[in-house]
């Protein structure tokens, strides 16, 4: 019984894992310091883009 029940259990995580779940994008920056600012959608005129701090928003260069 306790097999099975181990057994079970890693079948569990291993299609849980396996499974395509929606994950936040890595490739998001931290902003906010050192002259940077996030803003949604695009960057205000005269400000650098630097890439994406959250989903819909610029990260942004002074």
């Known amino acids: 019984m306790k ?3 181990l057994l ?3 079948l569990f995580v291993a299609f849980h894992a ?3 779940f ?3 994008p890595k490739h998001l920056m931290r902003c906010g310091y050192r ?3 996030c803003t949604p959608g695009k ?3 005269g400000n650098a883009y ?3 701090c959250r989903a819909g928003h610029s990260c942004c260069k002074w």
């Open 3 to 5: 097999i099975l029940c």
């Open 8 to 10: 079970l259990a890693l």
């Open 18 to 20: 396996s499974a395509d």
């Open 22 to 24: 929606p994950h936040p």
């Open 35 to 37: 002259g940077t600012f």
């Open 43 to 45: 960057c205000p005129r």
């Open 50 to 52: 630097l890439g994406r």
